[in-house]
C-alpha cells in the first residue's frame, strides 16, 4: 500500500539577514555510459521557469548546486556534493547538514563544531562532500504498513532522498536574496527536487497547463503499462482535480520490482514519487493516481499540515480519488470502484475513530475507511448544492490556506459547501466510530451525473498594479528569448511578461463569467507556480460577471509562473540591485533653508532579464525608497525624489553607488557629482518620489 512522506528544509536567518526559503529545483539525466561520471552531460532545470530563464549570474541570487553520485561498490550509501555559488551582497553563510551526512571534504567551509560549516570567504563557490545512507525501512512520515523498503540502493541500480540543507546567511537590509537549486546524477540516472535514480533511464514526458510530468523508467524496470497511457491518465487526472497545489514539474520513477518493498507507492517532497513499476492503471486502488493525488495535496506540505484530527484526511483522499479517477477514466467498473470503498463498512476499519488515530487497530484505517468517509462527504456535498459543490471545492479551499489545517477548518469548509447537514455528518463519521454504508450505482448516477455552472476566468481589462500603481507588460516576443517560460503543451493563453520589485504587492484583476443558463459558485484562484496565492469565491446568477481583485505579495527573486483562470503570465521577480544607476544630479544647484531640490536618479537595465526595484535615496540620518520602477533589458528610466533640508550645510545625497551634494544656504550652492558611496553631513527633511521613464529602447506593445 502507498503512503506520503513529507520532507521540511530548515531555512536558518542570522540577525540582519532577509527572509528567504529553499526553493526546489531539478536537473536530469537519461544519458549512458560508466557507472561514475563519464564525462557525460547534466540537462538542468531552474526552480522557476525554464532552464533558460535563471538568473542565477544575477547579484540576488543564491544558487546552490547538488550532484550526486553513484558508489556501486558501497550499496546502502551515496555520495552528494553541494556548490553554492555566492553572491557579492553575502556577507556570511553557514550551512547545516542533515544529521547522518559524513562530510568528506570542504572547499570554502570551515567546520564550527557543532555541526555547522561557515564559509571562510576564501571562494565565491564554496563546495562539501559527503556521504549519506541510501536505505530506509520502516514507518517514515505517514501510515506505512510492514518493514520493508522505502529507499534503497542495490548496488546495480539506487532510488534515494535527495539531501537537504539549512541555510543561515546575511545581507544589507536593502537586498532581497532568492534561492535557486538544481540537483543531478553523476553517470546514468535521474533527479527531480526531492527524489533521485541512479542507473540507466529512459525519460518520458507529457505537458498540461503549465504542469510537466516526468515519468522515468529504469533499465532494471519491467514496468507493466505503456509509459503513454501512464502519462495519460496522469494528464488526465490533472485535468480533472481543479484544486490548485499542481505543480511545475513533476517527477515519478517506476521502480524495479526485485527489492522487498513496505509500500507500493512514495510520495515525497512536494512533488516527487515514486511507484512500483507492476502496478497496474486497471485497478481501484490505483497507484498512480493516488500518488498523484498526494502532490496535488498542498495543504499536507510540511510548511502547512495539519492537526492529528484531521491527520486521516490526507490518505482517505488519496485513496478516494484514485478509485473515483480510475472509474471516471474508464479505467475500471462501478463495482471495482463500489468494493474499494466498501472495504471501510469492515472491522477493524470501521471500529475506529477517524478523529483520533489511537484508536485504530489496523494502521491503514485513514486509507480504508477514510476513503468511505470522504466519498461520501463528497455525495452529500453534491446532492446539497444539486451538483455546484464537490470534495475538489473544500480540498482547493483547503489547498489556499496557508496556514495548518484544523479539525474547524475542514467543518467550516464542508458547511459552507454542503450546508449544517453536511457539517452534522462529517462530525458523525469522524468523530465516532459510526461508519456509513457504500451507495450503490443509481446513487452515484443521481449524485455524481449533477451538471454545475460552467463558469469562465480570465485577466481582466483593468491594469495590473504593483504598489498601487499601473504596471507595464511586455509581450513575450518582444523579450527576444530571455527565456520567459515554455508554452508547449500549454493550452493556457498567454498574456505576456512582467518585471515586478520583490516585497512589492502585485494586484491583478480578474473577470468572471457564468457562461451557463443556470446560477453557480465562482472560485476564483490566482496561482504561483501551480500554488494558490490568493482566493475568492462568490456566487453569479447565470449570464452575470463580475471583476475581482486578487494579489500576491512575492518575496524572493526568480521566474514565476502566474495563473488567473485561462490566462498566464510569466512575472521576473528583481530585487533593486538588478538596476544600474548611471547618473545621480538635483535641481536647483542651490537652495536656502526650508526649500526642497529635486533629485533626478537615471536608471538602466543593461542585463540580459527584465528589471525592477525600489531605488533607495540616503543620506547620513535616513534612508527613503522611491517609487517602483520596471525596466526590459536595455530598457532607461529616471526616478526622481524632491527633498527638502531644513537647516543649512552641506548635505550629501546618494542613490545606488552615485552620490551628490548640495550646499543649502549661506554659501554658493554646488552639486558636484562623484561615484561611491559617501557619508552625509545633515540628514534630509521631506522626501516626496516619482517616477518617469527616460529614452525608450524598448517598443512599447501596441494597445497598452
Known sequence: MSFRISVLVVVLLVSGAVPAGVAGGVDASAATGPDL????????????????????????????????????????????????????????????????????????????????????????????????????????????????????????????????????????????????????????GAAGTDVAFFGRVTEHERTVDGETIRLVVPDAADLRERPDDILES????????????????????????????????????????????????????????????????????PNVGTTTEVEWLVEAQADYYAGLLAYEQGLIRFSEFSQHLERGERSPYADGTLADPRSWEDERTDYVKGALVAGELDRRLRLASDGDRTLA??????????????????????????????????????????????????????????????????????????????????????????????????????????????????????????????????????????????????????GDGATETLSWTPTEPGVYDVSIGSDRLTVFVRSTSSLTVTELRVEPDGVDPGESVTATATVTNDGTYPAAGRLEFRTAAETAAGPPIALAPGEDGTVEA????????????TAGGQSVTVTVGGLLGTVESMPGFGVGIVAAGLVLATVVLGRRRWREPPGR
Open 37 to 188: 561520471g563519464g564525462g557525460e552531460p547534466s540537462v538542468t532545470t531552474d526552480v522557476h521557469g525554464d532552464s533558460s530563464a535563471t538568473m542565477a549570474d544575477a547579484d540576488e541570487i543564491l544558487h546552490r548546486t547538488t550532484e550526486l553520485r553513484h558508489l556501486p561498490d558501497r550499496p546502502g550509501e551515496f555520495e552528494a556534493e553541494m556548490t553554492f555559488e555566492v553572491p557579492e551582497s553575502v556577507s556570511r553563510l553557514e550551512i547545516t547538514l542533515e544529521s547522518e551526512a559524513d562530510v568528506r571534504s570542504v572547499e570554502g567551509f570551515e567546520a564550527n563544531g557543532d555541526g555547522t560549516y561557515r564559509w571562510t570567504e576564501g571562494t565565491d563557490e564554496p563546495t562539501v562532500r559527503f556521504t549519506m545512507p541510501a536505505d530506509r525501512t520502516g514507518p517514515v512520515g505517514y501510515q506505512h504498513d510492514g518493514d520493508g523498503y522505502t529507499f534503497v540502493d542495490t548496488g546495480d541500480w539506487g532510488v534515494v532522498q535527495v539531501p537537504g540543507v539549512g541555510l543561515s546567511y546575511r545581507t544589507p537590509g536593502s537586498v532581497t536574496l532568492g534561492i535557486e537549486e538544481t540537483v543531478s546524477v553523476a553517470g546514468p
Open 234 to 301: 496522469l494528464a488526465t487526472a490533472s485535468g480533472q482535480l481543479e484544486v490548485g497545489s499542481s505543480d511545475t514539474e513533476v517527477f515519478v520513477v517506476a521502480v524495479p520490482t526485485d527489492v522487498d518493498w513496505g509500500p507500493r507507492g512514495v510520495q515525497y517532497g512536494q512533488s516527487d514519487a515514486w511507484v512500483v513499476a507492476d502496478a497496474p492503471l486497471e485497478e481501484a486502488s490505483n497507484v498512480w493516481l493516488h500518488e498523484y493525488v498526494h502532490v496535488r495535496q498542498g495543504f499536507a506540505n
Open 642 to 653: 524632491r527633498l527638502a533640508f531644513d537647516d543649512e550645510g552641506r548635505y550629501e545625497l
Open 393 to 542: 471545492d473544500v480540498f482547493r479551499q483547503l489547498n489556499a490556506q496557508h496556514e495548518r489545517v484544523s479539525e474547524t477548518d475542514l467543518l467550516t469548509a464542508l458547511e459552507e459547501a454542503g450546508g449544517e447537514a453536511v457539517r452534522d455528518a462529517a462530525e458523525r463519521y469522524t468523530r465516532t466510530p459510526e461508519t456509513p454504508d457504500a451507495w450503490n450505482r443509481f446513487e452515484h448516477g443521481a449524485a455524481f451525473e449533477l451538471s454545475r455552472a460552467t463558469i469562465a476566468y480570465e485577466l481582466g481589462s483593468a491594469p495590473i498594479e504593483v504598489a498601487d500603481r499601473p504596471w507595464e507588460r511586455w509581450d513575450r516576443d518582444e523579450l527576444d528569448g530571455v527565456g520567459a517560460g515554455s508554452t508547449a503543451g500549454d493550452t493556457r493563453t498567454d498574456r505576456g511578461v512582467m518585471a515586478v520589485p520583490a516585497g512589492e504587492t502585485v494586484a491583478v484583476p480578474v473577470a468572471i463569467d457564468n457562461v451557463d443558463d443556470r446560477a453557480g459558485t465562482a472560485d476564483a484562484t490566482l496561482q504561483v507556480d501551480g500554488g494558490i496565492v490568493d482566493y475568492e469565491r462568490l456566487r453569479l446568477e447565470a
